[in-house]
């Protein structure tokens, strides 16, 4: 069993990441969720796939870390590669949701029952679910630092435990993101939200692109 201090250490990394998450994560997770339906229970259902896809993210990556021993240890080349294939991932992922978003908003054909432009069709679990997976794999510096961490304990069980406590301090900050459900969706709201996603989402290909040409931006 994981000891009462790994188990505080890791909830107070993860409650001290949670800026820094939000701050990598935040410019995924708040435009796609401002392109989805209004209302409460939308916006906890699909912060709820999103945090639970990346929740498997965590696990996946808590154990191949104590598989590997240390994650800096492994050489630069095939590190640059996991996360020029994640950045590139995620990228594309954005492109689709977009692209998405855009046939939910369009009007069928004309003389056809009404659509209104701005009101989210109800889409489903795909989107959020890859977003949340494959940026709870994205190497920002908290998590590289608890994958380190947890890459020292005595066992792969104890590792998982302490990325899902590590999870549990971190998804404390996106909570607050279920009230943007209480924004009223317009045109023009769907419009910048997909306008953020496709700039994020050429960000994240032109990053990756980089780190596929063994390029480390990131300079760690």
């Keep these: ?28 997770v708040v435009p796609s969720l401002l392109a989805e339906q209004s209302g409460m229970r939308p916006s906890a259902r699909y912060l709820s796939t999103f945090l639970g896809a990346r929740f498997l993210g965590y696990l996946l990556f808590a154990a191949v870390a104590w598989e590997l021993g240390v994650l800096l240890a492994l050489p630069p080349a095939p590190r640059l590669l ?3 294939i994640v950045h590139v991932l995620l990228g594309g992922v954005l492109l689709w949701y977009a692209y998405s978003v855009g046939r939910a908003h369009a009007p069928s054909r004309p003389g056809s029952e009404l659509v209104t432009i701005g009101v989210a069709k109800k889409r489903g679990i795909s989107g959020p679910a890859a977003l949340g997976f494959l940026t709870g794999l994205s190497l920002c510096p908290p998590f590289v630092i608890a994958g380190v961490r947890a890459a020292q304990l005595h066992s792969v069980a104890a590792a998982v435990v302490f990325f899902a406590v590590f999870f549990v301090g971190t ?19 769907t419009t910048v939200a997909r306008m953020a996603m496709v700039l994020i989402a050429v960000y994240y290909l032109l990053l990756g692109s980089a780190m596929l040409m063994g390029r480390n931006l990131y300079g760690y």
């Design 1 to 28: 069993m994981i000891g009462s201090f790994v188990f505080g250490e890791a909830l107070a990394l993860g409650l001290s990441s949670g800026p820094a998450c939000m701050a990598s994560c935040g410019p995924v």
């Design 82 to 84: 996991m996360m020029g």
């Design 171 to 189: 998804s404390v900050w996106f909570v607050p993101l279920v009230g943007l459900g209480r924004l009223r969706r317009s045109e023009a709201v």
